[in-house]
């Protein structure tokens, strides 16, 4: 069965450095998802995007956060300059469109920042 | 999206019906009641979801009050292996773009 996977599985960083969080979604969907989930907390929505632009992102998807789509199977999340309280399990999901709308997600990336 | 109410936890035997209650009464005509869960910090997995009929899948059945307040999630032979946190989202059926809003959702520990 196709799956959502994540690389890498654990990531450590120091504050301020760059950090990008690799995803490649189901082959045929078109819909992608970034969401986190500080460690004992919800799991928060980052951002969507579809058709190669941002389609929603929320307030934690601030000037420091990026997504691309750079070929036709990686969907990438990049953090330019980490802090704190980035800390966190980062989910990359995707979902076909049409009459589909379940999104599936991927095992995470935890990002632990230093 | 509408809110909605879950317990916070909840427990069953193995081999035995989990019926996991959710409370959604704001919940509009064109919002659909999604199931997911979240096994031990992994990804969240899709379950369920449905409109105003019951559905079953392999997985489980929801089951859907008339006047769609309230749904009920139910695994019908519960295994330790669906131990795990189950999230109730109400969704609007608008397109593949809608997020998904996750509450804190209900802990199910399925007990040997």
């Known amino acids: 069965e196709p799956e959502v996977t994540q690389t890498p599985s654990h990531q450590v960083t120091q504050m301020g450095q760059e950090v990008i969080l690799r995803c490649v979604p189901i082959s045929n969907h078109l819909y992608f998802y970034w969401y986190r989930q500080i460690l004992g907390q919800k799991v928060e929505f980052l951002v969507s995007?579809?058709?190669?632009?941002?389609?929603?992102k929320s307030e934690i998807f601030d000037d420091q956060f990026s997504v691309e789509r750079p070929d036709g199977s990686n969907f990438t999340l990049k953090i330019r300059s980490t802090k704190l309280e980035d800390s966190a399990m980062y989910f990359c999901?995707?979902?076909?469109?049409?009459?589909?709308?379940?999104?599936?997600f991927g095992p995470g990336t935890r990002l632990t920042v230093t | 999206d509408a809110k909605t109410t879950q317990p916070t936890s909840m427990d069953c035997a193995e081999g035995r019906a989990a019926n996991l209650p959710c409370n959604h009464s704001?919940?509009?005509?064109?919002?659909?009641v999604y199931w997911y869960r979240q096994i031990h910090s992994q990804g969240p997995q899709y379950i369920i979801h449905g409109l105003k009929n019951n559905e079953t899948n392999e997985m489980a059945s929801l089951i859907i009050t008339e006047d769609r307040k309230s749904s009920t999630l139910i695994l019908p032979h519960a295994t330790l292996r669906d131990t795990a946190v189950y999230y109730c989202i109400v969704r609007v059926y608008t397109g593949a773009n809608s997020k998904l809003t996750f509450g804190k959702g209900i802990t199910l520990s399925v007990r040997p």
């Open positions: 995007f579809y058709n190669n632009e941002i389609s929603e």
């Open positions: 704001t919940i509009s005509g064109n919002e659909y």
């Open positions: 999901a995707s979902t076909r469109g049409g009459s589909s709308y379940e999104q599936y």
